[in-house]
């Protein structure tokens, strides 16, 4: 079992900057791919950065070139680095990460719950 836990969301001006970070803890567990996602009021939740344990990245086009994803395997850390922030990126950000227990094949989806980032205008 996984457990997630986000942080680094706070009120900002647009055209600031914000650094998420989340913790993964689970012993005996191996993390592959990690994520983060967001969702809006009214709206349906939304990927935002993935990252392999091997370093590579996918954005969603509405954050490309503002927003970098990075990933600590030896501490079991992922961050999102959110650069030149707009109203619209207010949301709740929420860290996922795809885990196995050593003696299983099977990967399961693991979810935090989930940091406030909002973003005024």
């Known amino acids: 079992q996984v457990q997630l836990v986000e942080s680094g969301g706070d009120l900002v001006q647009a055209g600031g900057s914000l650094r998420l970070s989340c913790a993964a803890s689970?012993?005996?567990?191996?993390?592959?791919?990690m994520g983060w996602y967001r969702q809006a009021p009214g709206k349906q939740r939304e990927l935002v950065a993935t990252?392999?344990?091997?370093?590579?990245?996918n954005y969603a086009d509405s954050v490309k070139g503002r927003f970098t994803i990075s990933r600590d395997n030896a501490k079991n850390m992922v961050y999102l680095q959110m650069n030149s922030l707009k109203p619209e990126d207010t949301a709740v950000y929420y860290c996922?990460?795809?885990?196995?227990?050593?003696?299983?094949?099977?990967?399961?989806?693991?979810w935090g719950r989930g940091t406030q980032v909002t973003v005024s205008s």
């Open positions: 990252i392999t344990r091997g370093g590579s990245t």
């Open positions: 689970g012993r005996n567990s191996a993390i592959n791919v």
């Open positions: 996922n990460a795809d885990a196995r227990a050593f003696y299983s094949s099977v990967y399961r989806s693991y």
